[in-house]
């Protein structure tokens, strides 16, 4: 069973450019999130699918920052325009819905190895 | 809100010795707690999780045991080896309002094991 896959694996641009990040989550899990590692720091949540609602995007940076997931599958990630604070690794996880939302911090989330983005 | 307070690295030992990574945590309710691993240019791996108080998790010789008294959830391994090398976070999941399945993570801990 494949994993989950972002791309690309790393990223450098200009600041004010734009960048899309893209994440396959494993086949049939329901949720997708995205979160953020800055500069060493702690790795932040960003947002939370399930299919293609957005449960939680209280992670979200600012406006910049747009996350789609057309039919609940893959999910995007656009920055634009970025700027040098968003330099970073964007990671991507899911995990299989439950029916349930009170069981769903039980479960396990799987992660990809994460987009590492640099803005010059 | 939820926070993981995780102890900052980097750390060295030889191989063989006794790992001790603390995290304490502090979250309303009963969250579930983690351990995640993240090996040289891979992504993060589930290493161990607890559910409930008391309970230990356990994987790869590591363990660590959730403890609702002290809000902590320390990692342990007895003897380390080199392929042990990687940075380690602590994690949580919150339950209540929106919070279902988000991480809160700790700093994370970088572990060199030298032979």
């Known amino acids: 069973e494949a994993g989950v896959t972002q791309f690309p694996s790393h990223s450098v641009i200009e600041k004010g450019q734009t960048v899309t990040l893209r994440c396959d989550p494993i086949?049939?899990?329901?949720?997708l999130y995205w979160y953020r590692r800055v500069m060493g720091k702690e790795i932040k949540f960003l947002l939370h699918?399930?299919?293609?609602?957005?449960?939680?995007e209280s992670g979200m940076p600012n406006n910049r920052f747009l996350a789609e997931r057309t039919g609940g599958t893959y999910s995007t990630l656009k920055v634009q325009p970025a700027e040098l604070e968003d330099s970073g690794v964007y990671f991507c996880?899911?995990?299989?819905?439950?029916?349930?939302?009170?069981?769903?911090?039980?479960?396990?989330?799987?992660f990809g190895a994460g987009t590492r983005l640099s803005v010059l | 809100g939820n926070s993981v307070t995780q102890m900052e690295g980097p750390v060295t030992l030889s191989e063989e010795a006794f790992l001790t990574i603390n995290c304490t945590y502090t979250?309303?309710?009963?969250?579930?707690l983690f351990w995640y691993v993240q090996y040289p240019g891979e992504g993060l791996q589930l290493l161990l999780k607890?559910?409930?108080?008391?309970d230990k998790g356990s994987n790869k010789g590591f363990e660590a045991t959730y403890r609702k008294e002290t809000t902590s959830f320390h990692l342990e391994k007895g003897s380390v080896q080199v392929s042990d090398s990687a940075v380690y976070f602590c994690?949580?999941?919150?339950?209540?309002?929106?919070?279902?399945?988000?991480?809160?993570f700790g700093q994370g801990t970088i572990l060199t094991v030298h032979p």
């Open positions: 979250a309303t309710g009963y969250p579930s």
């Open positions: 699918f399930v299919k293609e609602s957005k449960q939680d």
């Open positions: 607890a559910t409930k108080a008391d």
């Open positions: 996880a899911s995990s299989p819905g439950t029916g349930r939302t009170s069981v769903i911090w039980k479960n396990i989330q799987y």
């Open positions: 086949s049939g899990h329901d949720n």
């Open positions: 994690a949580l999941s919150g339950i209540g309002g929106t919070s279902y399945g988000k991480l809160t």
